[in-house]
């Protein structure tokens, strides 16, 4: 027995607020035409994942987000057996449900996955469009709507963490990064509901952690994590407090490196 699952929840009814900063919706557009895989490129936080969401919804197509983590196995994705009242039953995965129904697939973070669950993708992602199921002795070909969208933060590579070649090779890219201070600044004033002078102190905040890189911090402040200090601060709290809260606190457990933080930050409060 199959179960076949409702897509609707995974349709996106109201456009999600995406501002663009360059082509990256012309390219994926043309990337979809002609369902070409797409691989997002950029850091934690910069809007990767509400570029797909944006982007879903302006195509008019169901949307199925799978976050990443080591622990994925290939069965995750692809789907399996399951005992209830009417017996064994099989439950398509989330990447499964996408290719037979014609969804996004959008595979969050997917360097986090372990590189023997990530080659499930692969006959997916060139001229076959085909999703083998081995336990079901099934080979799916995709429906003519189905795209696969995964994204990567290159600033997580290592020995361990990284994507293989060989997959890499099988994507179109769009890379992706922090926006310019000007449009950063509209997107949290849009986002956080603040003040066009906050705004521009947060991006400011965040020029002077995105400086420290390399140099005790794995990344700066990301854009998410400016507005949810806008957000905190246009409810009463604190700029300080706030930019502590939202910023200094999740970014670093470094004693020393958060002191050198709170430093720099204090010279961008008016």
């Known amino acids: 027995m199959l179960t076949s699952p409702d897509l609707a929840a995974h349709r996106i009814a109201a456009e999600p607020y995406y501002r663009p900063v360059g082509d990256e919706i012309a390219v994926f557009e043309a990337a979809w035409a002609h369902r070409l895989p797409v691989m997002l490129k950029g850091p934690t936080g910069c809007g990767k994942t509400r570029f797909v969401e944006h982007m879903a919804w302006r195509l008019g197509r169901p949307l199925i987000t799978v976050a990443a983590h080591e622990d994925m196995t290939a069965a995750d994705l692809a789907g399996r057996f399951l005992l209830d009242a009417q017996g064994t039953v099989w439950h398509d995965g989330p990447l499964t449900q996408a290719v037979r129904h ?73 890379d992706f990064d922090y926006p310019a201070p000007e449009i950063e600044a509209e997107i949290i004033r849009r986002e956080a509901g603040v003040e066009a002078g906050l705004a521009a ?70």
Request: hydrophobic residues 45%; proline residues 4%; neutral net charge.
């Open 102 to 174: 014609g969804a996004i697939c959008y595979l969050d973070e997917i360097v986090e996955a372990r590189q023997d669950t990530t080659v499930v993708i692969h006959p997916l992602t060139d001229a076959r469009r085909v999703l083998p199921l081995e336990k079901r002795g099934e080979l799916i070909p995709a429906h003519a709507d189905f795209q696969l969208v995964i994204s990567y933060n290159p600033g997580y590579q290592s020995a361990v963490k990284d994507l293989k070649e060989s997959t890499k090779q099988r994507f179109i890219a769009i």
């Open 201 to 270: 102190t947060l991006v400011a905040i965040a020029a002077c952690s995105r400086r420290l890189r390399g140099q005790g911090l794995d990344e700066g402040a990301s854009t998410r994590m400016l507005i949810h200090a806008g957000r905190l601060a246009s409810g009463g709290v604190g700029l300080e407090t706030a930019v502590n809260a939202a910023i200094v606190l999740p970014i670093t457990d470094d004693a020393d490196m958060r002191a050198a933080l709170r430093v720099a930050i204090n010279a961008c409060l008016p």
